[in-house]
């Protein structure tokens, strides 16, 4: 490698980093963070059968994993305004990614909801607690220990994600990537560089994971 | 106490109690037996709203209902007054023994946390699971899960407990531990109402028998006289089968 090279790389790094820690963090933790509240809501409506809601819920989760994300942004961002409605391209990443999580996960914490046996619930009835009670002690923690895992593999996948944002005008670490690459001609070398940075998050995350598992891990679903 | 007049049940056009009568009176302990399909846990389970009946009265204390159309707050409050043990024993498994007979008192009758464990604690006692009380209900062999199901149930002092065959999920050497708790509770003067296939346990602790067989009551009465003189040819034959020797 030459010196140049090396030299690229070196400066490189705070370039991309800093965006990383500014944007590319914060986008995903707050979109995920809305994701999980969205996919907790559209679980439960479908869960408790609420008429009307539950409609809604197909219906929107139809439409946000029947279309591609790349689409998603770029009818909210480039789309939108043709209507009047023009959003930043931060709060439209935001607004996009948590929409498009939310419907996967709502599947996921669904499908969680409904491993919890009938039983636990009938046991709530009978030791005198109310269906909302039942739903935010026993099944809500026990679902959720089951949805951990695949919510987990989500997380890591929307890290990866947000450089779609890129396309939207969002200054995350894909997009200092490319300035770089635009300004020093050295694609293979900085493409690789950026790879390894999400590498380096998502391997933090994974160990994350397998420390919460273990943290909610004290009981057995079984 | 509990009197049940004509509860009607079907499943799919399939009548599973045909018009069924039972009274409770305080410190009964009734054993309802019958064969598979019989309809004996639907019985319990419509009765504690479990399942709900297709028509028939419930009288509880002094209020009566109508089992067609009963409001979700006349099942909440007759709920307060009776507990349920299953058959698969259902502890909350995200809480420990502890947390199992606690959570009904703290979270559902708002008792203090000190007060709530308290109970906690003395129940855990009575059915001897007091040193399991930070153990997860995963940890712990049926009977004791069973066992802790009952401390459950007794932790709000009901006036009634209904068993679903509380030993039909055990392994044979874990049945003496349940059937002794409850053959205490019995000694105590609970009012119980048992759903068992435990024939030699319901000759021992019940005062009373009910004998279900295809939605029907075929015979029921004072427990020593359906043991020793059983009056119709079916229910003969149903203890000539059960008792008999292998």
Known sequence: ?222 | MLKIESIKKSFNGLDVLKSIDLEVDKGDVIAILGPSGSGKTTLLRCINFLESADGGTMTFDEDTYDLGHVSKKEIAAIRKKTAFVFQNYNLFRNKTALENVTEGLIIGRKMPRDKAEEIGMKMLEKVGMADRRDYYPHQLSGGQQQRVAIARALAPNPEIIYFDEPTSALDPELIGEVLTVIRNLANEGMTMLIVTHEINFAKNVASKVLFMENGYVLESGDAKTFFENPKEERTKEFLRNVTREE
């Open chain 1, 1 to 222: 490698m030459s010196d140049r090279l090396v030299g690229i790389l070196i400066d490189s790094l705070p370039k991309i980093i800093i965006p990383g820690i500014k944007v590319t963090i914060p986008l995903t933790a707050l979109s995920f963070t809305f994701a999980l509240i969205i996919a907790t809501v559209m679980a439960m409506v479908q869960y408790a059968d609420i008429r009307g809601l539950k409609q809604f819920a197909r219906f929107y989760i139809w439409i946000f994993r029947g279309t591609p994300l790349l689409v998603q942004l770029f009818v909210i961002f480039y789309g939108l305004p043709s209507l009047g409605v023009m959003i930043d391209p931060f709060p439209a990443a935001v607004l996009v990614f948590s929409l498009n999580e939310g419907a996967y996960a709502s599947e996921t914490m669904r499908a969680a909801l409904e491993s919890v046996p009938k039983g636990q619930i009938e046991a709530g009835y009978c030791t005198g607690l109310s269906y909302l009670q039942i739903m935010r002690r026993i099944v809500l923690p026990q679902a959720l220990k089951t949805a951990f895992p695949p919510l987990s593999n989500s997380l890591i996948s929307m890290v990866k994600d947000t450089s779609l944002a890129a396309n939207i005008t969002v200054a995350e670490m894909f997009m200092a990537t490319q300035r770089v690459v635009a300004r020093t001609y050295e694609p293979l070398a900085l493409y690789i560089e950026v790879g390894l940075i999400y590498l380096v998050i998502c391997t933090v995350l994974t160990r994350v994971q397998s420390w919460g598992e273990k943290k909610i891990g004290s009981y057995e679903n079984v």
